[in-house]
Every structure is written in C-alpha cells, then in structure tokens.
C-alpha cells in the first residue's frame, strides 16, 4: 500500500516527464501542486481514501481523485507507464542533476542519445555539451560538479580519486608556512578506502594559529566552517569539508595515529594499552598516577605497545594487530607502487581511448615502465570502433613499429580487452586471440544476471586458454553502478587452477577488486594485476589508487603478474596456453 510519500514522489515524477515532454504547463503545476498537498498531508490518503473521502481534500480534483483510487487498488497507474513509455526513467532522473531543467534534458536525450547519468557525464567529459544550443563549457562543467554532487548525497562520501588530490594539494600548499614541522592528511583517506567521508589534516607547529589562518585563507575555501585556536574546519568550492588539527611537534606520532583510524583499529590499540596499565589518547599514554609520555612518531607509539609499526592501509581491525604484535616480519610486505614493472590495461585511439600507440607508449616509458599491455575493446560492445580479427592485425603492424622506433628500452605488447558475451563466450575467434601477447576478457554487459549463471559465465570464460585476465571482474563504480552478484569463492577457485590473473583495476570509479575481495582471491592463490585501464596519458596516474586497494588487501609484490621482469610475464603466458 503506498504511503503519502510514495504518492507525492510520483505525482511529483508524472510533473517532471510531463515537463520534459514539454506538455501544458498548468496540468503540469496541477501535478507539482497535489504533490505537495499530498506530502503535507496529516493523515495516510489511503484512509481517505478508504473512507471514501478523496474529493473532499482541498486541491484534489475528480481526475486525481480517479488515479489515487487506480493507485491505491492495482498498485499502478496506467497514465504513468504510458508516460513512462515515453520519457525513460534514467531520462527522467536526469532532472535531479543541479543546473539542468527539462528543456535541456530534453535536448541532450534527443540530440545525444543520453538516458542515464553515466551516459551524461561520458558526454560532459567528452566535451559534447559545450556546443549545444545556449549551453556553453562553464554549463557543461556545472552539469559535471551536479553529477558528482549527486553521487556523493547518494551515500555522503566522495570516491577516493575525488579526495585524494585536494588534500595533497592542501598539504602541499600549508608545507612552507612558518612553523610547519610536518604536516600530512590522516583518516580513512590515508588508509586509502575507496570512499572518504570528509578529510582530516594533521599539522606539527610551534605556531598553530599561523598555520590556521593560512589554511582557512587558501583559494579553494567556499566556506569556514569553524576556527579554533588548534582546530579549523572549511568547506571547499568542492563541497567536501576538511579538518586541520594542529598539535605540537612532541605528540605528532601520537596524534596522526589517533586521526588515522580505523576507529575499529585504535578500539584495539587502546585495549593492549589498558592491559599494560597505560591510558592512550590523541597525545601519547599516560602511565596510572604518572606523566603524560608523548610520541613524535607512530613507531615509537606502537613500540611502547609492543607492536610493530602497521601500514596505515592495513590499519582496519582485519587481523592486523595480531600480527604486529607478533613482529614486524609477520605484517606483509605490501606491493609499492615502485615495485610495478608495467600497466596491463590501456586502451589507444584503436578503440576509445585519446591518442595512438606511440601515445600512450611515451606517457608509460616517462613513467619508468618497462612493458605495457594494449587493451582496446572488442567489437560486439558496440563503442567505438571496436576491434575484429582484420583491425587486430592491423595494429599488431603498428605495435611492432613503435616497438622497432623504442629500439628495445621499452616493450609494447598487444592485447585486447574482449567481451565476454551474455553466455561465456568470448567475442573474437580464438586464432584471434591467440595471436595477442596477453588477452584480458571483461565482463560489460548483462551485470545483473543471476549468481549461478553470471559466475558460470565468468568461468565458461576464464576457461579459455588464450585468456590471461579478467578485467575489473565486479563491473561495479563506485558510488554508481552495483557489482554483479558472483558466486565469489567459486570464481576465485576456478582463477587459482587456471592460473588466470584477477584485475584490480585501478580506475578510482573502479577499485575492481574492491579490497575484501582481491585479499580473499590472494588467500586462494589468485594471481592479480594492478591496471589503470587508461583511456588517455593523463589517465595513467591512477595506478596510486589500485596500489593503495591492492595494499588494503594485504597483496604481497610476487603476486602480482605486473611486478614481474617482461620475460616471467611472457612464460606465464605462453604456459597458460599449453595448460
Ligand atoms: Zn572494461
């Protein structure tokens, strides 16, 4: 039975499609109206309704009157599906972005095709707005920031890609400032989870209020929220809040631990500080009746503990105190981002990625890579020009020449990232795939499939000989798209025997693995990648973030296939196709 919000949501809806469709504007207000006497209402409308009493509400006329009443006894509305018909509902949620009325999304679903978010901020990023009639690229950038916004008030926290860059910057900006002894971000954003709630700096000075008005005085501030003598809180043009503390350099160690987190992790902490008799708060341990002892670094805390000192991303209560207590050998030794010989997903101008081989090539050289895996997608995912064996064989010429013009300091293998079709087969013929260097398969398509047929698809997949690597396995983005329902431990398994490595990719959008999952397959003997799935140069940088998920999973540097030398690569493939 559907309640007074319900009610008012799809009037409100039936207004909106209404209004899109560009109908009369005083039918449209009529609905826009009953909305709000229906949401305002002090008593359910299905007990008026089933007193019989609907025409007797002040504003609801017979007509509304005769839908309330189809509503309140099928469940449906037969007015509404026709409209819904019409106008799709992913067209219709584009309303909510900020910056964007009914005449423009009418105009962007007819001119572009858009009938979602995703599609409308693919078309923002590609720059197909700017030119639209009175739109313009400050409109086109609004829209972007609408979207973002929208996805953050879905769960109140921003992706970690999101984040990540404006506290570097803020703790860049504050380094100089007199009387800065160290500074960095702290919280769930140091421990590098996927989404943020809102960002903690942590500063060592001799003179707070110095730093604090330089921090509430930088040019990215929207709004202060708070100031303190050693505590500032701002709002940034953003929207996401940030906090600086400010303590003096003798209890820095002690307090970036505190701010750090996990909550769940320093509940534990504070547990082992108890049984030694110590109380433990953001400044360092008092002893029962003693002194404050303060620590300026996290090691000598955790020490006095008798704790190694923990990864900040293992910092999560997952098994991690355990370890450190019994040394710190016992903690792994996590994959650095230094440690990352190559990036095995990219895609080129081949399919819909910005520039050409040589392109991304030269980004991934500067970068200190020594290998690169080209990944452009195979055709049947209908975007951009998507690969057939004819166009694979045309950019194998082009990779073997970038390689003859690198003169051997750098090797670009050729690879593609190929659809796994609704049934487990793959898109491109196998003498097709066994012709690349490395093959990934991703999953894009038909996501919400049940768990016993998308996991056998999955493996009908992974079963492919010529397959090396199942891309960004969930399909999930973050904030936006739910993950497939896999039977997890099953694909796990079946990866581990075929040897087939397991992606993180490392798209912030992504994170696909997520943590959880890339520490369970490492547990079952998955090989993984770190993959940034770049679509431009630019776009290569992400690597940090899957570096970071990969760390939160505790993955050790042997495991992952692109920390090995070319050659150990190039053996695990040819091994995996005479299995
Ligand atoms: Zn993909």
Redesign the pocket.
Same mark, same amino acid.
């Given at each position: 039975m559907l309640t007074n919000t319900q009610l008012a949501a799809l009037f409100a809806d039936i207004a909106g499609r209404e209004d899109i469709l560009g109908e009369n504007a005083f039918k449209i207000r009529a609905y826009r109206n009953v909305a709000e006497i229906i949401d305002n209402f002090p008593r359910p409308m299905r007990d008026v309704w089933q007193a019989g009493a609907l025409d007797g509400v002040p504003g609801i006329g017979k007509e509304i009157a005769k839908k309330i009443d189809e509503l309140m006894r099928t469940g449906k509305l037969d007015y509404f599906e026709r409209l819904r018909a019409k106008v799709p509902d992913g067209v219709a949620a584009l309303l909510d972005v900020p910056d964007l009325g009914p005449k423009r999304v009418k105009l962007i679903w007819e001119t572009l095709g858009v009938t979602d978010l995703d599609a409308l901020e693919a078309a923002a990023q590609a720059g197909k707005l700017r030119d639209l009639p009175k739109m313009g690229e400050k409109t086109e950038q609004r829209i972007l920031a609408g979207i973002a916004s929208l996805r953050r008030r879905a769960t109140g926290r921003v992706r970690l890609g999101d984040a990540l860059p404006v506290a570097r910057a803020i703790v860049e900006a504050l380094r100089d400032v007199p009387g800065v002894a160290k500074i960095d971000y702290a919280g769930s954003l140091r421990r590098g989870r996927e989404t943020i709630g809102d960002i903690d700096i942590v500063v060592a000075t001799t003179e707070p209020a110095t730093v604090g008005a330089a921090f509430r005085a930088l040019p990215l501030v929207a709004e202060v929220l708070g100031a303190g003598p050693t505590k500032s809180s701002i709002r940034t043009t953003d929207n996401l809040q940030v906090d600086l503390r400010a303590v003096d350099p003798r209890h820095w160690g002690a307090t970036l631990q505190y701010f750090t987190g996990s909550q769940a992790h320093n509940i534990r902490v504070r547990a082992i500080a108890q049984q030694q008799g110590l109380s433990l708060n953001e400044y360092g341990v008092t002893p029962e009746g003693g002194e404050l002892i303060p620590f300026d670094t996290e090691e000598g805390l955790y020490a006095r503990l008798g704790l190694a000192w923990i990864p900040p991303e293992l910092r999560e209560d997952r098994g991690e105190i355990e370890a450190a207590a019994l040394g710190a050998n016992r903690l792994p030794k996590l994959v650095t981002a230094k440690a990352l010989r190559g990036d095995l +997903?990219m895609h080129t101008t081949w399919s819909d990625g910005e520039v050409d081989v040589m392109g991304m090539a030269q980004a991934a050289l500067a970068l200190g890579y020594e290998y690169i895996l080209i990944?452009d997608?195979s055709r049947s995912?209908g975007i951009a020009n998507g690969l057939t064996p004819e166009r694979l064989i045309a950019q194998r010429a082009e990779i073997d020449r970038v390689n003859r013009d690198l003169g051997g300091r750098f090797r670009v293998l050729q690879g593609v990232?190929c659809e796994v079709l609704s049934d487990g087969a793959l898109d491109l013929p196998d003498e097709a795939l066994a012709a690349c260097d490395l093959v +990934?398969a991703?999953v %894009?398509t038909s996501l919400s499939q049940a768990r016993e047929r998308i996991t056998a698809r999955a493996l009908r997949a992974i079963g492919n000989p010529n397959v090396h690597i199942l891309? %960004?396995p969930s399909g999930r983005q973050i904030n936006a798209r739910e993950p497939a329902d896999y039977d997890w431990e099953a694909l796990f398994v079946g990866a581990a025997k075929a040897r087939v490595a397991l992606e993180i990719?490392a798209n912030p959008e992504r994170l696909d693995l997520n943590d959880t999952h890339a520490r369970r397959a490492a547990e079952l003997g998955c090989l993984l990648t770190i993959s940034t799935?770049a679509h431009s140069p630019a776009m290569l940088a992400n690597m940090a973030y899957g570096v970071l998920t990969a760390r939160r999973a505790w993955v050790t540097p042997d495991r992952v296939v692109n920390t090995w030398p070319l050659k150990k690569v190039l053996d695990w493939a040819r091994e995996r196709r005479t299995q």
């Amino acid at each position: 039975m559907l309640t007074n919000t319900q009610l008012a949501a799809l009037f409100a809806d039936i207004a909106g499609r209404e209004d899109i469709l560009g109908e009369n504007a005083f039918k449209i207000r009529a609905y826009r109206n009953v909305a709000e006497i229906i949401d305002n209402f002090p008593r359910p409308m299905r007990d008026v309704w089933q007193a019989g009493a609907l025409d007797g509400v002040p504003g609801i006329g017979k007509e509304i009157a005769k839908k309330i009443d189809e509503l309140m006894r099928t469940g449906k509305l037969d007015y509404f599906e026709r409209l819904r018909a019409k106008v799709p509902d992913g067209v219709a949620a584009l309303l909510d972005v900020p910056d964007l009325g009914p005449k423009r999304v009418k105009l962007i679903w007819e001119t572009l095709g858009v009938t979602d978010l995703d599609a409308l901020e693919a078309a923002a990023q590609a720059g197909k707005l700017r030119d639209l009639p009175k739109m313009g690229e400050k409109t086109e950038q609004r829209i972007l920031a609408g979207i973002a916004s929208l996805r953050r008030r879905a769960t109140g926290r921003v992706r970690l890609g999101d984040a990540l860059p404006v506290a570097r910057a803020i703790v860049e900006a504050l380094r100089d400032v007199p009387g800065v002894a160290k500074i960095d971000y702290a919280g769930s954003l140091r421990r590098g989870r996927e989404t943020i709630g809102d960002i903690d700096i942590v500063v060592a000075t001799t003179e707070p209020a110095t730093v604090g008005a330089a921090f509430r005085a930088l040019p990215l501030v929207a709004e202060v929220l708070g100031a303190g003598p050693t505590k500032s809180s701002i709002r940034t043009t953003d929207n996401l809040q940030v906090d600086l503390r400010a303590v003096d350099p003798r209890h820095w160690g002690a307090t970036l631990q505190y701010f750090t987190g996990s909550q769940a992790h320093n509940i534990r902490v504070r547990a082992i500080a108890q049984q030694q008799g110590l109380s433990l708060n953001e400044y360092g341990v008092t002893p029962e009746g003693g002194e404050l002892i303060p620590f300026d670094t996290e090691e000598g805390l955790y020490a006095r503990l008798g704790l190694a000192w923990i990864p900040p991303e293992l910092r999560e209560d997952r098994g991690e105190i355990e370890a450190a207590a019994l040394g710190a050998n016992r903690l792994p030794k996590l994959v650095t981002a230094k440690a990352l010989r190559g990036d095995l +997903q990219m895609h080129t101008t081949w399919s819909d990625g910005e520039v050409d081989v040589m392109g991304m090539a030269q980004a991934a050289l500067a970068l200190g890579y020594e290998y690169i895996l080209i990944t452009d997608h195979s055709r049947s995912l209908g975007i951009a020009n998507g690969l057939t064996p004819e166009r694979l064989i045309a950019q194998r010429a082009e990779i073997d020449r970038v390689n003859r013009d690198l003169g051997g300091r750098f090797r670009v293998l050729q690879g593609v990232e190929c659809e796994v079709l609704s049934d487990g087969a793959l898109d491109l013929p196998d003498e097709a795939l066994a012709a690349c260097d490395l093959v +990934q398969a991703s999953v %894009h398509t038909s996501l919400s499939q049940a768990r016993e047929r998308i996991t056998a698809r999955a493996l009908r997949a992974i079963g492919n000989p010529n397959v090396h690597i199942l891309g %960004h396995p969930s399909g999930r983005q973050i904030n936006a798209r739910e993950p497939a329902d896999y039977d997890w431990e099953a694909l796990f398994v079946g990866a581990a025997k075929a040897r087939v490595a397991l992606e993180i990719n490392a798209n912030p959008e992504r994170l696909d693995l997520n943590d959880t999952h890339a520490r369970r397959a490492a547990e079952l003997g998955c090989l993984l990648t770190i993959s940034t799935d770049a679509h431009s140069p630019a776009m290569l940088a992400n690597m940090a973030y899957g570096v970071l998920t990969a760390r939160r999973a505790w993955v050790t540097p042997d495991r992952v296939v692109n920390t090995w030398p070319l050659k150990k690569v190039l053996d695990w493939a040819r091994e995996r196709r005479t299995q």
